[in-house]
């Protein structure tokens, strides 16, 4: 198979994977995959940059697919160009963090998604929604220390584990390889 469709493919899975999780976690248990406070399940999926750079367009487009019901819970246009933005450079360092490893664990490039999520929502929460179309700086941190919080428990919990059950099953060199 050529090399531009196994990417294009692994990257449809992932945005399509990405999106469904979010959606479905957002039915099930409302709120906890697109509030402030959130464990939002799909970003273990950002494992995947570490093996794919097909994971980079992939999440992106999930978490726009995703964040379009974002939109339809009020939260307006906001979060599908912040949060997006934050998945789309957590996954490029993650990719270009993919070799650094602590212990054999890929704790840096694990912390992507913590610091950019929390940086770029946390200040979406605070300018959008808390401060009326201004700055604070106390509510900036504390609603980036929030989703930055759980941006590190999924990845702590879930992502982590998985990037050992990848490697160690050989799925990162038999599936996720591209060419």
């Known amino acids: 198979m050529k090399k531009t469709t196994v990417y294009t493919v692994q990257g449809a899975v992932i945005a399509a994977l990405y999106a469904v999780l979010t959606v479905g976690q957002n039915v099930l248990l409302p709120g906890t995959a697109s509030m402030s406070v959130q464990f939002r399940v799909a970003e273990v999926l950002t494992i995947l940059a570490l093996y794919t750079p097909a994971a980079i367009p992939g999440l992106t487009v999930g978490c726009i697919i995703a964040n379009i019901s974002s939109v339809t819970a009020g939260l307006g246009f906001y979060d599908m160009i912040f949060g ?7 996954a490029l360092t993650m990719h270009a963090l ?11 490039s694990a912390l992507m998604p913590a610091i950019f999520n929390g940086l770029i929502v946390g200040f979406e929460i605070d300018f959008f929604f808390i401060s009326n179309l201004s700055f604070n700086f106390a509510d900036f941190l504390v609603q980036g220390g929030f989703v930055a919080l759980g941006e590190l428990g999924v990845l702590i919990v879930l992502g982590l584990p998985l990037s050992v059950l990848i490697e160690k099953t050989a799925l990162d060199r038999k599936i996720l390889s591209v060419g």
């Open 84 to 90: 997006s933005l934050a998945s789309l450079l957590a």
């Open 98 to 108: 993919r070799d650094m490893r602590i212990k054999g664990l890929p704790i840096l």
